[in-house]
Structures are given as structure tokens and as C-alpha cells.
């Protein structure tokens, strides 16, 4: 069973998986080897591989921390802005405003197609 959004694997790392969970006691002796690491059983692992062998667990147990990204692309007002619903017009005095803060480059060295800007005489 998929989970929304979760792709489906491929046929050679659902054999590997399978032969991975078959061989290791259903991933138990790879916890063990995990757990002897972290627990420092030989006497002669590195704090870092200890601290490693933790966070695998912890993250196996309890999931990863969840990671945020702030994006800044709010207007003062705390709306949005979409430039992809923006009129010609709107574009060019973005792309204006842009040159002028030094944020953008000359109007029509982009790559993107768009009605260029209308030239006042």
C-alpha cells in the first residue's frame, strides 16, 4: 500500500529489501550491530559513530525532526505575490523595480517569453 505522494519502488529494491529483511532477522540483527555501536559493546568506537548510531535509532524510533524553510516571498501586507497571474504590465514594472533595487537583470536578456515592455516616447 502507497501512502499519498510515496513513489512506488522499483522491482529491484523491493527484491534487495526483501532479501535484506529475510537475512537479518526482519531488520533485528541490523538494530543489534545499531545498538552494540551506540552502547559501545567493543570498547572501540569513536564517539562519533556512537552519536550515529544514535540518531539512526532515534530517527528509526521516533521519526526525523521535522526540517522547516522559511520563505520570504510576503509582501508587507502579508499577502503574496504570484507572478505567474501578473498581467505584461505588471511584469515590466516588477522586472523595472528589480533592475533598480540591483535584483534583476536588463529586460530581455532572461529566458523567460513575455510581451516585452511598452517603450514611452
Do not use: C, F
Not at 521535522?66 to 505584461?88: E, N
Amino acid at each position: 500500500m502507497l501512502l499519498k505522494g510515496s513513489r512506488p519502488r522499483a522491482r529491484g529494491a523491493q527484491s534487495l529489501a526483501k532479501y535484506i529483511r529475510e537475512n537479518t532477522r526482519d531488520l533485528h540483527e541490523m538494530v543489534d550491530i545499531a545498538l552494540d555501536i551506540a552502547r559501545n559493546v567493543s570498547k572501540r568506537e569513536s564517539t562519533r559513530d556512537r552519536i550515529q548510531a544514535l540518531q539512526l535509532l532515534l530517527n528509526r524510533a521516533l521519526g526525523k525532526p521535522d526540517q522547516h524553510v522559511i520563505v520570504d516571498d510576503v509582501r508587507d501586507d502579508g499577502a503574496s505575490v504570484d507572478v505567474d497571474r501578473a498581467t505584461p504590465e505588471q511584469l515590466a514594472q516588477l522586472e523595472a523595480l528589480l533592475l533598480e533595487l540591483g535584483h534583476g537583470e536588463k529586460p530581455g536578456t532572461d529566458a523567460r517569453v513575455h510581451e516585452p515592455a511598452p517603450q514611452v516616447h
